[in-house]
T-cell receptor, first 115, second 115 residues
Framework: GAVVSQHPSRVICKSGTSVKIECRSL??????MFWYRQFPKKSLMLMAT?????????EQGVEKDKFLINHASLTLSTLTVTSAHPEDSSFYIC???????????FGNGTRLTVT | GDSVTQMEGPVTLSEEAFLTINCTYT??????LFWYVQYPGEGLQLLLK?????DKGSNKGFEATYRKETTSFHLEKGSVQVSDSAVYFC??????????????FGKGTHLIIQP
């Protein structure tokens, strides 16, 4: 079946550096990809919605200059956390969908730790 | 705005017990409703869904019925197994049933099944 690959699964970076997370749809073309952040004991929070070839739409309260999202192709979206701080430490999950009415497929998530 | 409320865990049951995880929602119109499951170390997987009132979603012995009058989508299983131990998320979408418009998640319920 359809698979979404997210890489890396874990990353540790120093405060002030940037880190990139990749999300790939392996056997379908994803017209839309979503990025979520999962806090401990809390819900998944939608950060942004990205459509191939256009700028991402960010949810209220999410800093677009800090969380850069690029959806350059129908199979790849990237999330770059710029100038990371310890409070950015979290579990980030991407999901992808082929089109309206299609099921949403999730990546396995990326555990980011900023020291 | 849209919101999903589900019982907080952890919920601990013995094998073969009956399971109910409550989920209620707030949304205008007629959202689609979902249950996702996250096994340890893995991404979210769609467990079941319902797209209109009185629909019943079912999969792997789990069931949930879309109750518009009580704005609920409670998850049930008649006899749980150790392998059902996971985190369960209730979610809604305003879209056409696939989640292409993004999902609003509940906080998740950690289910622990003891042998």
């Amino acid at each position: 079946g359809a698979v979404v690959s997210q890489h890396p699964s874990r990353v540790i970076c120093k405060s002030g550096t940037s880190v990139k997370i990749e999300c790939r749809s392996l056997d379908f073309q994803a017209t839309t990809m979503f990025w979520y952040r999962q806090f401990p004991k809390k819900s998944l929070m939608l950060m942004a919605t990205s459509n191939e070839g256009s700028k991402a739409t960010y949810e209220q309260g999410v800093e677009k200059d800090k969380f850069l999202i690029n959806h350059a192709s129908l199979t790849l979206s990237t999330l770059t956390v710029t100038s990371a701080h310890p409070e950015d430490s979290s579990f980030y999950i991407c999901s992808a969908v082929e089109g309206a009415g299609s099921p949403l497929h999730f990546g396995n998530g990326t555990r980011l730790t900023v020291t | 705005g849209d919101s999903v409320t589900q019982m907080e865990g952890p919920v601990t049951l013995s094998e073969e017990a009956f399971l109910t995880i409550n989920c209620t929602y707030t949304a205008t119109g007629y959202p689609s409703l979902f249950w996702y499951v996250q096994y340890p170390g893995e991404g979210l997987q769609l467990l079941l869904k319902a797209t209109k009132a009185d629909d019943k979603g079912s999969n792997k012995g789990f069931e949930a019925t879309y109750r518009k009058e009580t704005t609920s989508f409670h998850l049930e299983k008649g006899s749980v197994q150790v392998s059902d131990s996971a985190v369960y998320f209730c979610a809604l979408s305003r879209g056409s049933g696939g989640g292409a418009d993004g999902l609003t998640f509940g906080k998740g319920t950690h289910l622990i099944i003891q042998p």
